[in-house]
T-cell receptor
């Protein structure tokens, strides 16, 4: 099956610094990737949708200047949390869509990145 | 009101039990219904998906969708300790890849 990786799996950073999280589709080309945030005991909340070679589409309430998304190739999307603060501490999960599917495109999820801002 | 409601549990059952997990939703535009399994500190893994109403069976798992009641269910037969995880329902409307997730139900199957 399709595999999506994320790096790093866990990162601790100091308040005010920036952190970059990578999401890679390992065995397929993903025209679209998604970034989610999950707080403890809460559902996954879509933050943004990124299409290769174009600007990301952010969900309402998500600060585009704080969460920078770059989808430079068909296998790599990055999320940069700029000037991180403790309230940004969360579990960030990416997913990728395999365009070779039928009318319903399955999203394959990465293992997630736990961000802790101190 | 949330678009998708799911009882967070936890649900604790003995091995071999039949488990019923449910979600309700309010958006009648939802056409695709999915169940994901998520182990602790891991990404979700797709278990089953159905399109529109009806039942779908895959091994020990059965997914049901009742669009008239805006209610979906996942049944797990002969539950195993390895089924212990959080189960998330997710939905999307036709021609969109945006998934709306429930909060997840934590299931524990004890030997």
């Amino acid at each position: 099956g399709a595999v999506v990786s994320q790096h790093p799996s866990w990162v601790i950073c100091k308040s005010g610094t920036s952190v970059k999280i990578e999401c890679r589709s390992l065995d397929f080309q993903a025209t679209t990737m998604f970034w989610y945030r999950q707080f403890p005991k809460q559902s996954l909340m879509l933050m943004a949708t990124s299409n290769e070679g174009s600007k990301a589409t952010y969900e309402q309430g998500v600060e585009k200047d704080k969460f920078l998304i770059n989808h430079a190739s068909l296998t790599l999307s990055t999320l940069t949390v700029t000037s991180a603060h403790p309230e940004d501490s969360s579990f960030y999960i990416c997913s990728a869509r395999d365009p070779s599917g039928g009318p319903f495109y399955e999203q394959y999820f990465g293992p997630g990145t736990r961000l802790t801002v101190t | 009101q949330k678009e998708v409601e799911q009882d967070p549990g936890p649900l604790s059952v003995p091995e071999g039990a039949i488990v019923s997990l449910n979600c309700t939703y309010s958006n009648s535009a939802f056409q695709y219904f999915m169940w994901y399994r998520q182990y602790s500190r891991k990404g979700p893994e797709l278990l089953m998906y159905t399109y529109s109403s009806g039942n779908k069976e895959d091994g020990r798992f059965t997914a049901q969708v009742d669009k008239s009641s805006k209610y979906i269910s996942l049944f797990i037969r002969d539950s195993q300790p390895s089924d212990s995880a959080t189960y998330l329902c997710a939905m999307s409307a036709y021609n969109t890849d945006k998934l709306i997730f429930g909060t997840g139900t934590r299931l524990q199957v004890f030997p």
